[in-house]
């Protein structure tokens, strides 16, 4: 059974650096086309695709926040981790973590962790 | 890159049908067979409902369905329920090798 769980700081200060953990279970980011990707989601209003890492360290961005936005994975620990540089009010958001349906070719999401809630202010 | 075109909002009864729209370019929904959809309950987690524009998860009910005509992808419901109600959303694949979400369309089962 595949399980994620986000977790990291509420609440943080505009220009501080967010860093969110993803813990998983069930499944292995060192096994071929396995990925996990991560979504947020302000309050209110849409989806939003930040980014995503494969299992071979290939890794992909959201173009409007690329340069704020890092991801790696820790295979040995089952976790990928997100760091937000000059965090603003804005990104107030419900952050997810997902794992990439590997049935399918795309990035195509069927696990999701419950979020995290977190607030710039 | 601007989100994907939803309804902001359809309404069915209970046992119609309904269909929700998702509208991009033929550099994302057009251009690719990586057209899925979301179900989301207020306060949850989104749920994939339907992958590769037409594909249903396993424990995904056949009232389910999705299909795609040039640039626009559809979510129809068939046999509306009550826990069908909630916000749904598409996203694709983009020619930039990155991914798109719609606006959401919000569900209200009358």
């Known amino acids: 059974q595949i399980t994620l769980k986000e977790s990291g700081p509420t609440l943080v200060k505009p220009t501080e650096t967010l860093t969110l953990t993803c813990t998983f279970s069930?499944?292995?980011?060192?096994?071929?086309?396995?990925?996990v990707g991560w979504i947020r989601q302000p309050p209110g209003k849409a989806l939003e695709w930040l980014a995503l890492?494969?299992?071979?360290?290939?890794?992909r961005y959201s173009p409007s926040l690329k340069s704020r936005l890092t991801i790696t994975k820790d295979t040995s620990k089952n976790q990928v981790v997100l760091t937000i540089t000059n965090m603003d009010p804005v990104d107030t958001a419900t952050y997810y973590c997902?794992?990439?349906?590997?049935?399918?070719?795309?990035?195509?999401?069927?696990?999701w962790g419950q979020g995290t809630l977190v607030t710039v202010s | 890159q601007s989100a994907l075109t939803q309804p902001a909002s359809v309404s069915g009864s209970p046992g119609q049908s309904i269909t929700i729209s998702c509208t991009g370019t033929?550099?994302?929904?057009?251009?690719?067979?990586?057209v899925s959809w979301y179900q989301q309950h207020p306060g949850k987690a989104p749920k994939l409902m339907i992958y590769d524009v037409s594909y249903r998860p396993s424990g995904v009910s056949i009232r389910f369905s999705g299909s795609k005509s040039g640039n626009t992808a559809s979510l129809t419901i068939s046999g509306l329920q009550a826990e069908d109600e909630a916000n749904y959303y598409c996203?694709?694949?983009?020619?930039?090798?990155?991914?798109?979400f719609g606006g959401g369309t919000k569900l209200t089962v009358l």
């Open positions: 890492i494969y299992w071979n360290d290939d890794d």
């Open positions: 033929s550099n994302d929904v057009g251009g690719y067979k990586y």
């Open positions: 996203s694709s694949w983009t020619r930039r090798s990155t991914l798109i």
């Open positions: 997902a794992h990439r349906l590997t049935e399918a070719d795309g990035w195509q999401f069927d696990y």
């Open positions: 069930g499944f292995s980011l060192s096994t071929d086309l396995v990925a």
